[in-house]
């Protein structure tokens, strides 16, 4: 993909759930790089007054208190029933999509910009980006660090893997790919050479 000269350079980073994409993206952030992180854009529509929480009240009754959205409980009632999370998805992706739309218009003076993107190949397609960067890792740390958080169980990790690619099938369409089954100081180091090389395209 080549990057068009009227616009920022439209970045996508994703991976799978553990593969360490929340820490890379902060590193392309400690790098001057503008980044729209989609889960925190949702976590404000779902959040305390959270222009969503009313909606998904509606829908989900019980699912919402004074905090917004009560996400555990949530993710209850739509995790296995494609017909809630779809009507979920309808509320959540165009709103995203405005705030998104927003930050392009704030940062349309930078040279590139980061979408952080969880489900980037299975909601969105990388239609919308001009180089994808894949956060991988491999498949025991990518247990280990989900495993650890709080309220994960094996059962519902591998629920969650079922509705994401592969992660070698991610592989496959990546542009660039960053290893976190490393020390973080190398892992930023694979960030600042992909920065250089995304510069040097620009070129």
């Not at 996400?71 to 995203?96: F, M």
């Not at 218009?105 to 590139?112: D, F, Y």
């Not at 919308?128 to 894949?134: E, L, S, T, W």
Request: hydrophobic share 45%; aromatic share 4%.
């Amino acid at each position: 993909m080549t990057a068009r000269i009227d616009k920022p350079l439209m970045i996508g980073l994703t991976g799978s759930i553990g593969m360490g994409k929340s820490t890379v993206a902060q590193m392309f952030a400690d790098e001057g790089v503008p980044v729209f992180d989609a889960d925190a854009a949702v976590h404000v529509l779902q959040g305390p007054d959270g222009a969503l929480v009313a909606e998904i009240e509606a829908l989900f009754p019980g699912t919402t208190g004074a905090n917004g959205v009560d996400r555990q409980k949530l993710g209850a009632a739509v995790l296995g029933n494609a017909e809630a999370l779809k009507q979920l998805e309808g509320l959540i992706h165009p709103a995203v999509g405005a705030m998104r739309m927003e930050f392009l218009h704030q940062h349309a003076g930078a040279p590139m910009i980061l979408f952080d993107i969880p489900l980037l190949f299975e909601k969105t397609g990388a239609g919308g980006v001009d180089q994808v960067i894949v956060v991988s890792a491999s498949e025991a740390d990518q247990r280990d660090r989900v495993l650890r958080r709080s309220g994960m169980t094996a059962e519902k990790f591998e629920k969650i893997k079922s509705l994401q690619m592969p992660d070698d099938e991610k592989r496959k369409r990546a542009d660039f790919i960053i290893n976190t089954s490393q020390p973080l100081e190398k892992t930023r180091q694979q960030v600042r050479n992909t920065i250089e090389k995304l510069k040097a395209s620009l070129a």
